[in-house]
């Protein structure tokens, strides 16, 4: 079992940053893959970007790309999601989750299904 804590969400105007923040127990972190999601009111949960278990690779949803970015601090157990000229749009609660996958398989997972392990979420309010 691996827990998660997000933290760093807030509100800003449009065209503001934010950076959140995931921290994880136990001892695994760095074998597994990581993933940021983010579900809007009425909406339903949609991936926002995700990261292999060594941060040599990533991968971002098409709204988020160039404006977002996806690190992680094995040595920490935490993975980060820098987010730049943020937009309305971008209002949401954001979650991290955990791919176990990580441990045997290189490639990313985008489906919410696919994560094992979530957070509680951090709420990010964007204003116009």
């Known amino acids: 079992q691996v827990q998660l804590v997000e933290s760093g969400g807030g509100s800003v105007q449009a065209g503001g940053s934010l950076r959140l923040s995931c921290a994880a127990s136990?001892?695994?972190?760095?074998?597994?893959?990581m993933g940021w999601f983010r579900q809007a009111p009425g909406k339903e949960r949609e991936f926002v970007a995700a990261?292999?278990?060594?941060?040599?690779?990533?991968y971002y949803a098409d709204s988020v790309k160039g404006r977002f970015t996806i690190s992680r601090d094995n040595a920490k157990n935490t993975v980060y999601l820098q987010m730049s000229s943020l937009k309305p749009e971008d209002t949401a609660v954001y979650y991290c989750?955990?791919?176990?996958?990580?441990?045997?398989?290189?490639?990313?997972?985008?489906?919410?299904?696919?994560?094992?392990?979530w957070g509680q979420g951090t709420q990010v309010t964007v204003s116009s």
């Open positions: 989750a955990v791919d176990r996958s990580g441990q045997y398989a290189a490639a990313l997972s985008l489906a919410a299904d696919e994560y094992d392990y």
């Open positions: 136990g001892r695994t972190f760095s074998r597994y893959h």
């Open positions: 990261i292999n278990r060594s941060g040599g690779n990533t």
